[in-house]
């Protein structure tokens, strides 16, 4: 093959290994690195083998040779120039003809990347999840037709009908649901039935395995075809997740139900998506660019023009803080008050007037009164903030933290009679002595579930008790009396309801120092008492003039929301600004800030000690000027990357746990 015929750009001699044959049409390939290095984050070119010219098509997985090592890429277009001047490497394989990478998810892909200010591999490496031979291999059936219904759920709603109506119409209404009392997955079961008969399309993502079984066991017994229906959930294995992710792809499956990374299900022409639950930390990632599926809905929404639905029994301070963006679905308040349980709390001030010795106790005395009362006619669910029999132990004597010998870790107690043991290294203190008053004896510095339910069998002798925790979680009880003791998320779901919820720890929930700590704990109050029958009781054992206990009792998600949106619009705290945290060695901090040009209105806080001598660093400005802040922060991580230059700078965007 001659000089000419080698050429990819007239007149610039751009050329590739002239014992390859390349391919007449389109022969350049502009490649993704599947690396996390942000100055890697960017398009290489590279030819196309005659031998790949029909399967090296857009979205592909290829492998290609890079800094003398085969590694894994995406091709993302072709075309017939490059921009490098030198000589272009060929493609060393096409790992699969199978297209998995659509236009729209790379487009969405780009935005979230940019928006979190990391890299496009690590956004694609959580969008497609990894290739499966056998699985690819498969044949699915052509997609079902879907037998519509009523959304008789949704006919209650102020704007539910409207919302529906106007979703199957293709407008894209965009809207927050609050459920009170009612089930989510009910409804979105009705919602995501009803699309399908019309011929959309809709991604469900729940916050946990639990949450799906639910969505799909309402699609089932609302006659929905298991066809149509595709679950996208890591637990599922990479052979059965590839698979259900391939039938989405293919078109199988026109209804998508899965864990955050469904978000980014690959369907062309996408009615709706739905979030339950989005407060719920589980929908974030753990791992850079730490997107949230949150936000990578609104995302979607506004570039595919879809449909936008947030749902779950609370409103999320995010959610709010995009109003009127969202319109607010919800039953009118005369309703939700008498569709929902009372709810009181125990530590108010006629309690504390009447028996002040009880108010400070874990379980005050008006709490065994309604249990007792509320066993006669059913489950009773007690939520705890804590797993385990006593998490964290101190000295008896001068209450200092119990502390292992062997690695200073914290200490623990796994049941009445045994010793110490070590939370971190699994140490066991048989002769423990405090290093600071030398007492030997301890007590609990926090109950959880094990010691909590040991004290309610005590206390109810004869009526079962029954634990539900992360570590076993039960997913149903039946109606007959009984003490359900579950942590947060563990819940089970009653037959007819509980006859009373009691939520225990309630302060030192509140208490907690992290930013969401009081949006979490209000929420999760919130789902317990959704399972209580109308007519049954809610105890929350928290300080009753406190604004979250208060929204409780009044059934007031959306004020709270609004409030907690308030208080951080004063301290300038997300979502009311966008905010970046920085953290790394202190003379790294100072080189990345000393790179960054920041608006005179941005707003820098710290440092504040972190683990390992480290510090942390937060930058926040107006929402407007977010986009911009993220692509500093990007051309800062990428110039340090580039010229290897000191230790690594941690950036996260928004990030939950502040």
């Given at each position: 093959?001659?000089?000419?015929?080698?050429?990819?750009?007239?007149?610039?001699?751009?050329?590739v290994k002239?014992?390859?044959?390349?391919?007449?049409?389109?022969?350049?390939?502009?490649?993704?690195?599947?690396?996390?290095?942000?100055?890697?984050?960017?398009?290489?070119?590279?030819?196309?083998?005659?031998?790949?010219?029909?399967?090296?098509?857009?979205g592909?997985?290829?492998?290609?040779?890079?800094?003398?090592?085969?590694?894994?890429?995406?091709?993302?277009?072709?075309?017939?120039?490059?921009?490098?001047?030198?000589?272009?490497?060929?493609?060393?394989?096409?790992?699969?003809?199978?297209?998995?990478?659509?236009?729209?998810?790379?487009?969405?892909a780009?935005?979230?990347?940019?928006?979190?200010?990391g890299?496009?591999?690590?956004?694609?490496?959580?969008?497609?999840?990894?290739r499966?031979?056998?699985?690819?291999?498969?044949?699915?059936?052509a997609?079902v037709?879907?037998?519509?219904?009523?959304a008789s759920?949704?006919?209650?709603?102020?704007?539910?009908p409207?919302?529906?109506?106007?979703?199957?119409?293709?407008?894209a209404?965009?809207?927050?649901v609050t459920?009170g009392?009612?089930?989510?997955?009910?409804m979105?079961?009705q919602?995501?039935?009803?699309?399908?008969?019309n011929?959309?399309?809709?991604?469900?993502?729940?916050?946990?395995?639990?949450?799906?079984d639910?969505?799909?066991s309402?699609?089932?017994?609302?006659d929905?075809?298991?066809?149509?229906?595709?679950?996208?959930?890591?637990?599922?294995?990479?052979a059965?997740?590839y698979?259900?992710?391939?039938?989405?792809?293919?078109?199988?499956?026109?209804?998508v139900?899965?864990t955050?990374?469904?978000?980014?299900?690959p369907?062309?022409?996408l009615?709706?998506?739905c979030?339950?639950?989005d407060?719920?930390?589980?929908?974030?990632?753990?791992?850079?660019?730490?997107?949230h599926?949150?936000d990578?809905?609104?995302?979607?929404?506004?570039?595919?023009?879809?449909?936008?639905?947030?749902?779950?029994?609370t409103?999320?301070?995010?959610?709010?803080?995009?109003?009127?963006?969202?319109?607010?679905?919800?039953k009118?308040?005369?309703?939700?008050?008498?569709?929902?349980?009372?709810?009181?709390?125990?530590?108010?001030e006629a309690?504390?007037?009447?028996?002040?010795?009880a108010?400070?106790?874990?379980?005050p005395?008006?709490?065994?009164?309604?249990?007792?009362a509320?066993?006669?006619?059913?489950?009773?669910?007690?939520?705890?903030?804590?797993l385990?029999?006593?998490?964290?132990?101190?000295?008896?004597?001068?209450?200092?933290?119990?502390?292992?010998?062997?690695?200073?870790?914290?200490?623990?107690?796994?049941?009445?009679?045994?010793?110490?043991?070590?939370?971190?290294?699994?140490?066991?203190?048989?002769?423990?002595k405090c290093?600071?008053c030398?007492?030997?004896?301890?007590?609990?510095?926090?109950?959880?579930?094990?010691?909590?339910?040991?004290?309610?069998?005590?206390?109810?002798?004869?009526?079962?008790?029954?634990s539900?925790?992360?570590?076993?979680?039960?997913?149903?009880?039946?109606?007959?009396?009984?003490?359900?003791?579950?942590t947060?998320?563990?819940?089970?779901?009653?037959?007819?309801?509980?006859?009373?919820?009691?939520?225990?720890d309630?302060?030192?929930?509140?208490?907690?120092?992290?930013?969401?700590?009081?949006q979490?704990?209000?929420?999760?109050?919130n789902?317990?008492?959704?399972?209580v029958?109308?007519?049954?009781?809610?105890?929350?054992?928290?300080?009753?003039?406190?604004?979250?206990v208060q929204a409780?009792?009044?059934?007031?998600p959306?004020?709270?929301?609004?409030?907690?949106?308030?208080?951080?619009?004063q301290?300038?705290?997300?979502?009311?600004?966008?905010?970046?945290a920085?953290?790394?060695?202190?003379?790294?901090i100072?080189?990345?800030?000393?790179?960054?040009?920041?608006?005179?209105?941005?707003l820098?806080?710290?440092?504040?000690?972190?683990r390992e001598?480290?510090?942390?660093?937060?930058?926040?400005?107006?929402?407007?000027?977010?986009?911009?802040?993220a692509?500093?922060l990007?051309?800062?991580?990428?110039?340090?990357?580039?010229?290897?230059?000191g230790?690594?700078?941690?950036?996260?965007?928004?990030?939950?746990?502040?």
């Open positions: 093959m001659s000089d000419d015929q080698l050429s990819l750009v007239p007149g610039k001699k751009k050329r002239a014992e390859v044959p390349i391919a007449q049409i389109a022969p350049v390939a502009h490649v993704i690195i599947d690396s996390s290095l942000p100055h890697l984050d960017r398009v290489f070119d590279y030819a196309v083998p005659e031998k790949f010219a029909e399967v090296a098509q857009p592909v997985r290829v492998r290609v040779r890079f800094a003398g090592k085969l590694t894994d890429g995406w091709l993302i277009s072709r075309s017939d120039e490059s921009e490098h001047p030198g000589k272009l490497a060929a493609l060393a394989n096409v790992i699969s003809p199978e297209a998995v990478l659509l236009p729209e998810i790379l487009e969405l780009k935005s979230v990347a940019s928006r979190q200010a890299t496009l591999s690590d956004v694609l490496r959580s969008a497609v999840p990894n499966h031979a056998t699985a690819e291999a498969t044949e699915f059936p997609a037709k879907v037998s519509d219904l009523e759920a949704w006919a209650d709603y102020v704007g539910g409207a919302l529906i109506k106007r979703t199957i119409a293709g407008d209404p965009r809207a927050i459920t009392c009612d089930d989510p997955a009910e979105l079961a919602l995501a039935i009803t699309i399908s008969a011929g959309g399309k809709i991604v469900i993502v729940a916050p946990d395995r639990a949450a799906i639910r969505i799909v309402s699609l089932q017994n609302n929905c075809p298991k066809t149509a229906i595709a679950i996208l959930a890591a637990d599922d294995g990479p059965q997740r698979r259900n992710w391939l039938s989405v792809l293919r078109g199988t499956a026109n209804i139900v899965g955050r990374s469904a978000v980014f299900a369907i062309s022409e009615t709706a998506i979030v339950w639950d407060w719920n930390e589980t929908l974030s990632d753990p791992q850079a660019p730490y997107w599926a949150r990578v809905a609104v995302l979607r929404s506004a570039q595919q023009n879809t449909a936008l639905v947030f749902i779950g029994a409103m999320s301070v995010e959610t709010c803080a995009l109003m009127p963006w969202l319109a607010h679905v919800a009118n308040r005369d309703q939700i008050r008498s569709e929902s349980p009372k709810v009181r709390s125990a530590l108010d309690g504390a007037k009447i028996n002040p010795a108010s400070g106790s874990r379980i005395s008006a709490v065994m009164q309604g249990m007792k509320a066993l006669t006619k059913g489950p009773v669910l007690v939520l705890v903030s804590r385990g029999y006593s998490p964290r132990i101190v000295c008896d004597t001068c209450r200092t933290s119990a502390l292992c010998t062997e690695c200073s870790g914290p200490l623990m107690q796994s049941a009445r009679t045994s010793a110490p043991t070590c939370n971190l290294c699994g140490h066991i203190e048989n002769l423990w290093k600071k030398k007492g030997n004896s301890i007590r609990a510095a926090a109950v959880g579930s094990e010691r909590t339910a040991e004290e309610l069998g005590r206390a109810f002798p004869g009526i079962p008790v029954r539900s925790t992360s570590d076993h979680i039960l997913r149903t009880v039946d109606s007959r009396p009984a003490i359900v003791v579950a947060a998320g563990a819940a089970p779901i009653a037959q007819g309801g509980y006859a009373a919820a009691i939520l225990l309630g302060n030192s929930m509140l208490s907690r120092p992290e930013l969401g700590a009081t979490e704990t209000f929420a999760k109050w789902e317990c008492a959704s399972l029958r109308p007519d049954g009781e809610v105890l929350v054992v928290a300080d009753s003039e406190h604004p979250a409780l009792i009044r059934h007031d959306a004020g709270f929301a609004q409030r907690e949106l308030e208080q951080r619009t301290v300038s705290l997300p979502p009311a600004v966008r905010l970046a920085i953290t790394g060695d202190q003379a790294d100072d080189d990345a800030l000393a790179m960054l040009e920041l608006n005179p209105e941005t820098v806080r710290g440092p504040v000690p972190g001598n480290q510090v942390r660093m937060l930058i926040s400005c107006d929402r407007k000027r977010g986009l911009d802040l692509t500093q990007k051309a800062m991580t990428t110039a340090r990357s580039a010229k290897h230059k230790g690594s700078v941690n950036v996260r965007i928004d990030p939950i746990n502040l």
